[in-house]
């Protein structure tokens, strides 16, 4: 799995690796991390992020926001690829749902990369073809009867 070696790489490579730990070991790998530069913050939703998946070629991530957004990212150019889920707007006519209903909870990425899975807050499950790289709604799964906070493709 190309992720999981990538990430031991880099946890070798901090010098806590090579060291007895002196405190909250989180906290210090955290800082290491970004230090490091193996931690980059991107900039996109409108409301605090929820939930992020990672493409298995760790060239896409899929990031999920409590404004209704799943915004799909270039990972190595550290840029935004397209917007999967517009923002919930306050003062949109056409909206049918609250802004709390449509939080994203949860998003997953086929090991394909051609389709993600977004859980929401309205108990829905939405399944999208990314290849296109744009909105391409496959179908919408109903019938969970609270928030869908967790996915996974096998």
């Known amino acids: ?20 730990s002196t405190g909250d070991d989180v906290t210090e790998q955290a800082e290491e991390w970004i230090d490091a ?21 760790g060239q896409t991530a899929i990031s999920g926001s409590k404004d209704h957004s ?6 190595e150019n550290e840029k935004r690829a397209f917007t ?10 056409n909206s049918t ?18 389709y993600a899975a977004v859980g929401r807050r309205d108990a829905t499950v939405s399944i999208f073809d990314i290849r296109a790289g744009r909105n391409n709604l496959v179908k ?5 009867k609270g928030p869908v906070t967790c ?4």
């Open 1 to 20: 799995d190309k992720v999981a070696t990538s990430l031991n790489l880099m946890r070798q490579s901090l010098p806590s690796a090579k060291k007895a």
């Open 37 to 57: 530069g193996y931690t980059k913050l991107l900039r996109g939703h409108d409301l605090t992020p929820t939930c992020v998946a990672l493409q298995g070629s």
């Open 70 to 75: 799943v915004l799909m990212w270039d990972v």
């Open 84 to 93: 999967l889920c517009s923002p919930w707007k306050k003062n949109d006519p």
């Open 97 to 114: 749902v609250s802004r709390t209903e449509g939080e994203v909870l949860s998003v997953a990425c086929s090991d394909d990369g051609h």
């Open 140 to 144: 919408t799964f109903t019938g969970h």
């Open 151 to 154: 996915l996974c493709f096998r």
